[in-house]
């Protein structure tokens, strides 16, 4: 039976094959479901918001339809492909390292799942439409003018508790450690 109490995603490790198959089941859903999720959330921006439109939902959140020819943050706009390319190699190295990596906690799955979901996203914006879609137009941040979408968020969502557990919650970070 898999194990969703926050004690087991936090420590405890894959060791028989029945677990790990059931991780990557769940890294697979979770992939799956973001990708999912955000291309519709794309999709339905880019055909009912015009391109370098904004719409606002309220004081704080406006729907602002940019494309993002470029990488993170729109540097190096025109090399698209470039990003494309490297992103889908390091989401299938991720991919390769789960199913074949020894003693891989289940926080790692489902943050994983999360990282891949939102790059594989992405990935797919650059195949559709050529560049990525991106709405979410956070207001009201000095110094913020960045407009991200759902992939970004969802990628955002794996990354943080993940460096997190790993360095608070980790119990190997402890090993020749005083306590």
Known sequence: ???LRPCCLLVDKDHSVQQR???IILYGIIVIAIVAVSQLGGYLINTNIPENTTVALNSLIHFTHI???GGVFGLFQGSGWLFAIISAALLLAITFYLYRGKDISRYEYICFGFIVGGGTSNVLDRLLYGSV???IDIQHIPYWHYVFNTADVMVHLGIW???LISLF???ENSKGHPT
Do not use: G, V, W
Request: proline share 11%; with cysteine; net charge neutral.
């Open 1 to 3: 039976m898999l194990c």
């Open 21 to 23: 198959t059931q991780s």
């Open 67 to 69: 494309r993002n020819h």
């Open 133 to 135: 879609i991106d709405f």
């Open 161 to 163: 508790p993940m460096l």
């Open 169 to 171: 919650f980790n119990p």
